[in-house]
């Protein structure tokens, strides 16, 4: 299950993630992975949560960032919550038209290996696709 945390730049939706995946650590059973553009909030979340710097990997295109998915998947069977803050930008997705085709792929991957995707979408709700606005979970 994908869900979403929509809102313009410099909304709140980071501190939102954080929020919800400190909070959530402390009754997972599983692992939980935190992917960002960037090692800036590294201090703000709980030592048990495995942040991965996308950056570091050279994802170039949606494509890829699936793949990137299936691949950290295909190494934690544990794995029951994956976070993605900036996720436009680490999926390579901004100005893009593919949103809605690569959260339909990771909602299908999530589902099939049971576990949860929350993803930060720079973009106000009203420039959702209709098909990802049962999706949203927060609106800034």
């Known amino acids: 299950m994908v869900q979403l945390i929509v809102g313009k730049k410099g909304k709140g939706k980071t501190k939102q993630v954080l929020d919800m995946v400190n909070k959530e650590v402390k009754s997972a059973s599983g692992n939980i992975v935190y992917l960002d553009k ?10 048990k949560i495995r942040l991965i710097n996308v ?10 960032f699936v793949g990137f998915i299936r691949g950290i ?7 029951e919550q994956m976070y993605f803050d ?3 930008k680490i999926a390579c997705l901004e100005g893009s038209d593919r949103i809605e085709e690569i959260v339909q792929k990771l909602d299908s991957i999530s589902e099939t290996y049971h576990f949860k995707i929350i993803a930060s979408v720079s973009l106000d709700n009203s420039e959702l696709a209709e098909s990802l606005k049962s999706k949203v ?3 800034l």
């Open 38 to 47: 960037n090692l800036s909030h590294m201090y703000e979340l709980n030592n």
């Open 55 to 64: 950056a570091d990997y050279a994802v170039g295109n949606p494509d890829e």
């Open 73 to 79: 998947i295909s190494q934690d069977n544990d794995l």
């Open 86 to 88: 900036s996720f436009l």
């Open 137 to 139: 979970i927060v609106s």
